[in-house]
Structure formats: structure tokens, C-alpha cells
């Protein structure tokens, strides 16, 4: 009954690293070549639920979507917008807000983990997860590629969808979740192989960022943290540091673990680490280059995003009237 679309949100809250880019963009980009209806949104409403700076946030709103075009996203094959650009999100997060309860709320695991550390914790946090079912049902979306941690968040937005069709009317489709872990599942982070790689992780030399200069790139997989043994041999489980950077060159190469170990049967971990180094210099310079070029003209980045904008806002609005009717208003 629905068309097959698929939604996807990002935050701007740093730069993109090798593993959101292998495991989210570059899987984008894949979708978007199977010509299929993908509706990518910047959610920088999301972003503001913990204390940021407003200028960092400007500048990684632009640094994203130079970063979402460098990487292959095409905006004339895409709908790519910022979140706060398009009003409906919030509005029908506040229409989904008054179907949800506390309770469910305060269970999701996410918001545990946020909230742990804070003496107060802001209602935006709180309703978090309220604005992704929005932001997801607002384009009737059937599809959300997640990694498995947000397995649960999707679990709310389906019962939100389902429990306001029962209550108010066939509105909604009740989207599926895409696990798009590829092949080499979640990247680690450089100096800790037993945590992922993250934006979030305080510790800079942790992650290679696809607008980190090539010296800064060698100097970090130099140091990544390996283990005693000087052989290059893959165990996911017992050799998690070494493991990591295989799959990091097999991704950037192209070429099977197997064939990249029988090459480096004659290398130590160490001369290793400067194959890898090379190899994913190569493979993020033309990336780069475009990042450069579109940073250097941001009223093309802007104009991108008002296009977006107006696409999406058509399709979020039609919702919203649909919704508002529903509801009696
Ligand atoms: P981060 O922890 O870097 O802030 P997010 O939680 O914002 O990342 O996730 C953005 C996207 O990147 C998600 O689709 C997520 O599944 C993917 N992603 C994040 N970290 C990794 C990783 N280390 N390996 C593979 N994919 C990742
Ligand atoms: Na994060």
C-alpha cells in the first residue's frame, strides 16, 4: 500500500569518520544508485538535545553536507535537507508526543545511557526518540537502515505508527528496519579496539576523519593499538586491534582479508600500519578534494539544502494536514 522509500538521519556533531562512512554514507550512496527513493536528512534538531556551541554547529551543518556530496551523494537523485529546515518534524513530534508515555520514554536504553551522567536532564533528550519516529513517519517512510543500537528506537517509532492508525486511522506504514552493517561490521576505534570508532569519542587520535590531513592520518594509524604479536593475521576476537586495520585496508582497497594478509606474510604489525596509512590516504584524497571544493562555496551548499528543503517540506506537510485532519483539527 505504501511505496518502498528510505529515510535516514545524521547529526552534525563532528567530523565524519572512516566508520560512518563505510558504515552509513558509503551505504547511502549504494541505495541512491539502486535508484531507490532515499530521503536524507542533517538532523541538527537532534543535536541540540545535549549543550552545544551554535557556531560549531553552522560550521558542521556545511562540513556534513560538503562531506554528503563528496562522498557521492547525489541532491538530484536524493532529497537532502536539514532537519530544522523543514517545520513539520517538530510539529508532528509534538502530535506523536501526546500518544507516548513517559514510561516507554524513560525505558530506551539510549536515553539511560545520556542521561546517566547528567544532573539535569534537558526534555529535549527526553522526547529524542519521538522526533525520529516524526522524522521518519513524516515521509510515510517503509525503510531504516540502523546499526543494531538503534534497534530499539525504531521498536517506538513502529508502535507509534501503530497505535495511531488504530486509534485515529490507517495514516501510517510501519517501517522496517535495514541493518546495513557491511561486511566488516562496526569499525574500532584506533586506540581502544574493544570500543567503535565514534564522533563522540573525546580522544581525537581514536578516528580517522575523512577531512583529516594525510600526516595527521599516517601519525594515527602509526600509533593504533595493536597487540604483542608482530604477525599480520586476522582474528576479530582475539586479535581485535590488527583485525580492525585489515578491515579497514580491505574496505579501502577492495581487496579480500585473505589475499591482504598472504601479501603482508612478510611484514611486521609495523610496517603494516604504513601500508594501511598509504592505502587510505589514496582512497580519501579525491574525496577530499571535492569536500574542499565545496567548502569553498557555501552558498552552492546552501542552495542545495534549500532545494532539499522544499522537497521535503512538500511531502512532511502533505503528512502533517493528513495527521492534523485525523486528529479533528
Ligand atoms: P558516532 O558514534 O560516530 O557519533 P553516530 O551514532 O552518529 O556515529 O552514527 C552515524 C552513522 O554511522 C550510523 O548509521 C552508524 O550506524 C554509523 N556508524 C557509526 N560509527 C560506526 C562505526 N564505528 N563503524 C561502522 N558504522 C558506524
Ligand atoms: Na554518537
Not at 529546515?85 to 516507554?104: F, K, P, Q
Request: aromatic share 6%; proline share 5%.
Amino acid at each position: 500500500k505504501y511505496p518502498p522509500r528510505v529515510f535516514s538521519g545524521i547529526q552534525p556533531t563532528g567530523s565524519i569518520h572512516i566508520g560512518n562512512y563505510l558504515g552509513a554514507i558509503s551505504q547511502w550512496v549504494k541505495l541512491q544508485d539502486q535508484n531507490e527513493d532515499l530521503i536524507l536528512s542533517i538532523v541538527d534538531l537532534h543535536s541540540i538535545t545535549l549543550p552545544h556551541d551554535p557556531h560549531t554547529l553552522s560550521t558542521n551543518i556545511l562540513e556534513l553536507t560538503a562531506t554528503l556530496l563528496g562522498s557521492g551523494i547525489d541532491p538530484n537523485k536524493v532529497i537532502l535537507f536539514q532537519q530544522s529546515n523543514v517545520h513539520a518534524h517538530a510539529e508532528l513530534c509534538w502530535c506523536l508526543g501526546c500518544i507516548s508515555t513517559m514510561a516507554r520514554l524513560a525505558h530506551l536504553p539510549q536515553y539511560k545511557e545520556k542521561s546517566a551522567s547528567l544532573k539535569n536532564i534537558p526534555l529535549g533528550l527526553f522526547v529524542y526518540p519521538v522526533l525520529q519516529a516524526a522524522d521518519i513517519l513524516s515521509y510515510k517512510s517503509t525503510h531504516i537502515p540502523v546499526g543494531e543500537d538503534q534497534v530499539q528506537q525504531i521498536q517506538l517509532c513502529q508502535e507509534l505508527a501503530r497505535m495511531f492508525n488504530s486509534k485515529f486511522g490507517e495514516t501510517f506504514p510501519i517501517p522496517h528496519t535495514m541493518i546495513t552493517s557491511s561486511e566488516y561490521g562496526r569499525i574500532k576505534s584506533l586506540r581502544d579496539p574493544s570500543k567503535k570508532m565514534s564522533k563522540s569519542d573525546p580522544d581525537e587520535k581514536s578516528r580517522i576523519c575523512l577531512t583529516d590531513a594525510p600526516d595527521v592520518i599516517v601519525r594515527n594509524i602509526k600509533k593504533a593499538v595493536t597487540d604483542f604479536q608482530s604477525e599480520v593475521t586476522f582474528d576479530a576476537e582475539k586479535r581485535p586491534g590488527i583485525s580492525n586495520l585489515l578491515s579497514i585496508h580491505s574496505f579501502v582497497t577492495g581487496k579480500s582479508i585473505d589475499t591482504i594478509c598472504k601479501e603482508a606474510e612478510h611484514l611486521d604489525t609495523g610496517r603494516f600500519k604504513l601500508e594501511v596509512a598509504d592505502a587510505v590516504v589514496a582512497y580519501v584524497k579525491p574525496i577530499q578534494d571535492t569536500i574542499a571544493q565545496h567548502l569553498s562555496d557555501k552558498s552552492y551548499l546552501l542552495n542545495v539544502l534549500a532545494q532539499g528543503a522544499e522537497k521535503a517540506s512538500n511531502i512532511a506537510n502533505d503528512t502533517l494536514k493528513e495527521v492534523h485532519e485525523k486528529l479533528g483539527m
